[in-house]
């Protein structure tokens, strides 16, 4: 049986659930060393880790889910930095649309539920009136 971790099985790894994790144990999460880490944060302009005393990294779950969907992309797709930089513009830019429409989804429900209620006011003063 072998100790080395396979780019899948890092992949899949389960991410701590603590509010902070430092560069080491985010390397451990994805078998990545810290220069690794260090090297995609001024690749990636989205990947910007919290910074405390004397520079010490502080990654928070969303860089850590970035860092992972980085590492699929360099690693098992085969994109190039610059083509995994593109992918990741692509796909912000199509959650930004997606949550657009959400919002525009949103205000129709809730104008509906507005008049709606307004409908049934209008009912209930009717029927305590006569």
Known sequence: MS?????????????????????????????L????????????AQLRPSKRR???RYYQREDVLLIRRIKQLL???GFTIEGARQQL?????KNQSSNSSNQSKNQEINGAIQNAVSGLEDVMNKLKKG
Do not use: C, M
């Open 3 to 31: 100790d080395e971790v396979s780019a899948s099985d890092s992949e899949n790894a389960p991410i701590p659930s603590k509010r902070y994790l430092t560069i080491g144990e985010v390397g451990e999460v994805f078998d």
């Open 89 to 93: 513009s692509n796909e912000h830019t």
């Open 33 to 44: 060393k810290p220069h690794v880490l260090r090297y995609w944060e001024q690749e990636f």
């Open 75 to 77: 690693y098992q797709q």
């Open 54 to 56: 004397g520079n010490r």
